[in-house]
């Protein structure tokens, strides 16, 4: 009998090695978690060795969620599920201790008690319930199952949350759904999936505000995109200003360090921005 990485085994299906593993994704995915709220929120700011605007302020368009519906929302709905199915498969299994605990004691009645309370409806209280089981779990025929699926997941995570490579969107890939990435200035781009190459990658990156003009985003979003990609400098305080004139209307909110502010369509802005370029007639 082998583990599905090919180290022999006698008494469950994965080894010492992947059951360690398995820990680890538990450990990350519940940390990821947290830290991905922030991310999504497009609050977190990453420094730059030569500062500037990238130690300012967060890209408003972030590479990472292009490929998940660009809000993030699926990657989490997937976490959601993944560790949410496993969680009651091993509730379902597994007997609830019930009696009174010692708070903060070393007693191992006490500490199984406790690992046997089903955990709170949340992803990080659902990992440290999976990993108080870890050591059953190992044993159980679909250990490689979960093993599989929650490295996968917590490498997801760890993608969406890493500080962004120095590259730049310049759009979807056109033969396959993979996005694709240029270094600042490059020429050139190669599709990381299908291994595509384009030699038009600064027409591709010029073009990337036009797909941009049905996304609806807040007035600073509004600000980096169109002063960072579009090279038009507008400022937050300017589509502020013809909100309240009526000039723009929001179409939307949404949730920016805990307040809901406003969302107004790219292609509005645009259009107004055309209107004030054009001269005054007399």
């Known amino acids: 009998m082998t583990c ?5 085994v006698k008494d469950a299906p994965i080894c010492s090695g992947c059951h360690h593993k398995l820990q680890i994704a538990l450990g990350d995915i519940s940390s990821y978690w947290v830290d991905l709220d922030t991310v999504k929120a497009r609050q977190t ?47 379902d299994d597994r007997p ?4 009174p605990t010692h708070d903060a ?5 006490c500490n ?10 949340d992803v990080p209280s659902v990992c440290r319930y999976l990993l108080g089981h870890a050591d059953w779990i190992r044993t159980q025929h679909w250990a490689p199952d979960i093993l599989d699926e929650l490295t996968d997941l917590a490498e997801q995570l760890r993608r969406m949350i890493d500080r962004p490579q120095d590259r730049e969107c310049i759009g979807p890939c056109d033969s396959c759904p993979e996005m694709l990435y240029r270094r600042p200035g490059a020429l050139t781009a ?15 990156r010029a ?19 169109f002063t960072d990609i579009g090279h038009t400098p507008l400022t937050a305080a300017r589509v502020r ?25 790219v292609s509005d802005v645009t259009d107004l921005l055309t209107q004030e370029s054009r001269p005054k007639a007399g």
């Open 96 to 99: 609830t201790i019930t009696g």
């Open 112 to 121: 199984q008690t406790r690992r046997s309370r089903p955990p709170r409806d």
């Open 105 to 109: 004691c070393l007693h191992l009645s």
């Open 190 to 204: 190669k599709c990381r999936h299908c291994e595509a190459e384009y030699d038009d990658a600064a027409q591709r």
């Open 45 to 91: 700011r990453y420094s730059t060795a030569q500062g500037g605007r990238g130690g300012e302020k967060p890209l408003p368009v972030d590479a990472r969620f292009l490929d998940w519906d660009g809000d993030g929302s699926r990657i989490q709905e997937l976490t959601r599920n993944t560790i949410g199915t496993w969680g009651r498969t091993v509730i």
């Open 207 to 225: 073009g990337l505000m036009t797909s941009m003009q049905d996304r609806c985003l807040t007035a600073a979003e509004i600000e980096v995109a």
């Open 4 to 8: 599905p990485c090919g180290a022999p």
């Open 241 to 265: 200003k013809w909100a309240q004139r009526d000039r723009i209307a929001a179409v939307g909110s949404t949730m920016v360090r805990g307040r809901w502010m406003p969302t107004y369509r």
